[in-house]
Structure formats: C-alpha cells, structure tokens
C-alpha cells in the first residue's frame, strides 16, 4: 500500500475486503464509509455510512443493498432490481440502467442500515422500503428528478 493511500486515510476495498469477510461471517456487522454518487439521492457518498452483515442465511430481495464484486475486482454498493435463476440484476439510485446477472457468490455483505447524520435507518422499515421501492419503480425518469432535487439544492443555498 503507498504512503499516499495512508495518508489520506482510504485503502482500497479489494485491500479489506478478504479480511472483513470472516468477521462478518461471524455474526458482526459492520460500519461501512463509502464514496460515489451511484446510489444519489437515496443514499450519499461522504455523508452517509451503511451497516452492513454478512448475506448467508438471507434470502436477498428487490430493494435490497449489497456490495458486490464486479469481474474487474471493483466493489459496488447498488440495489437489487431483480431476481432471476442465473442471479441477481443491480441498479445504482442514480442510473438507469441494470447490471447483471451478478453470481450469488460475488454478493458479500447485505446493507441492513443506513446511518445519515447521526440518525439510524432500518433497510427494513416499512417506510423507506415503500421509498426504495418508489424510487425502483421511476427508473426511466430518475435523471429529471435528480435534476430537480440539484436545482432545489442550489437555489436554498443562494
């Protein structure tokens, strides 16, 4: 690892990932900081952190977050779509497209809560999986709506 991945306190997942995987298995769950705007607006990169737990022994779902590995080695943190027998097809929040099929076994820890300014989020409260799903449902027009909400952000700054 170079000094500079130290020094600015980020180490790259492939790097952790293999030794955060027995903990989880374990029972542990995990606080998770992450950075992108795949998965805008629902959740936020550098403002937002996920608890994330290991996905043996849990029937994974639409709406579900997951962190997975692509084939390149990159981990992504995006939502399941659907669920079909070759595997699962993802979606960022912010895109409009789907990815997939993802093996199962490339899936490695399921999101169970969001934490957003201090304040906890249950991925199972009924309530933000009627949002997730809202928000599944809008794909085709996501981009005007992330449009709108970035309109609304600046206009209550100035």
Known sequence: MSGKELSDGFIPAY????????????????????????MYPLLVGGRDDVLI?????????RGDIVLY??????HVLHR???????????LGDAQTWIEGPIDEDDV??????IIRKGKSIECSALAYRWISELWLFMRSVRPQIIKIIHWVHRMRKS
Do not use: C
């Open 80 to 90: 399941i779509h659907h669920v079909e027998v070759s595997g699962y097809y993802m």
């Open 15 to 38: 790097q952790w990932s293999s030794a955060i995987l027995p903990v989880l298995n374990e029972g542990h769950a995990l606080k998770l900081h992450f950075d992108g705007l795949s």
């Open 53 to 61: 737990e290991a996905v043996s022994g849990k029937r994974l779902k």
């Open 108 to 113: 490695r820890a399921v999101v169970t809560t």
């Open 69 to 74: 590995i692509r084939k390149d080695g990159m």
